[in-house]
């Protein structure tokens, strides 16, 4: 069955602090990997997304995900979190890079301690 | 370039009622895809409508329904609301083929009291 795993439902981190966020998935076929934030009464902005290529790669906002087949995981990382960064963060996985069918994890919400 | 708009942001119905969301996909976006987010059941495709064509559907009931007009605009109804319906409904359009991004709306909030 076609699943995506976050295994921590919230987070907190200090401002200034590295960020390293968990998604390990399930999937048939090779997938599209993503990962969206969605900041409260808000939609989903695509951070950063996987298809083939470089395993490492670079989003926005100073995110980077590494994606390692052998674990199936594709984790979210950051340096350096800043207070704007507290949101909820989902990983996803698709056969499309498009909106279609889009398999969602249940997010971690993270937050930013001063 | 103004991003999806999803209308009314809010909205609020009785059981057994129905109600029509409404969703203006980015200019040029002919790919339309719509999710319900809940806390119990998290982010789960509904369907996606493609040259007004329903295109992909995912596992919801028959009360959950949608249509895509010529201009891209979709619209999804949901007859005989019931109180599990009650949740954030995202809309998400997309360029199709390769290598797209999928931009969401900010969503209509439903509650069914």
């Known amino acids: 069955a076609q699943s995506v795993t976050q295994p921590d439902i919230h987070i907190t981190v200090s401002e200034g602090a590295s960020l390293e966020l968990r998604c390990n998935y399930s999937?048939?076929?090779?997938?599209?990997l993503f990962w969206y934030v969605q900041s409260p009464g808000q939609g989903l902005q695509l951070l950063l997304k996987?298809?083939?290529?470089?395993?490492l790669v670079q989003g926005i906002k100073g995110f980077e995900a590494e994606f390692k087949r052998s674990q199936s995981s594709f984790n979210l990382r950051k340096p350096s979190v800043h207070w704007s960064d507290a949101a909820e963060y989902f990983c996803a996985v698709a056969q499309y890079s498009s909106a279609s069918k889009i398999i969602f994890g249940s997010g971690t919400r993270l937050s930013i301690r001063p | 370039k103004a991003g999806v708009t999803q209308t009314p942001r809010y909205l609020i119905k009785t059981r057994g009622q129905q109600v029509t969301l409404s969703c203006s996909p980015i200019?040029?976006?002919?790919?339309v895809s719509w999710y319900q987010q809940t806390p119990g059941q998290g982010l789960q495709f509904l369907f996606e409508y493609f040259s007004e064509t329903q295109r992909n559907k995912g596992n919801f009931p028959g009360r959950f329904s949608g249509r895509q007009f010529s201009n891209s605009r979709s619209e999804m109804n949901v007859s005989t609301l019931e109180l599990g319906d009650s949740a954030l409904y995202l809309c998400?359009?997309?360029?199709?083929?390769?290598?797209?991004?999928?931009?969401f709306g900010q969503g209509t909030r439903l509650t069914v009291v």
């Open positions: 999937y048939g076929a090779t997938p599209y």
């Open positions: 996987y298809f083939s290529g470089d395993t």
């Open positions: 998400a359009s997309s360029l199709d083929g390769e290598n797209t991004e999928a931009f």
């Open positions: 200019s040029g976006h002919r790919s």
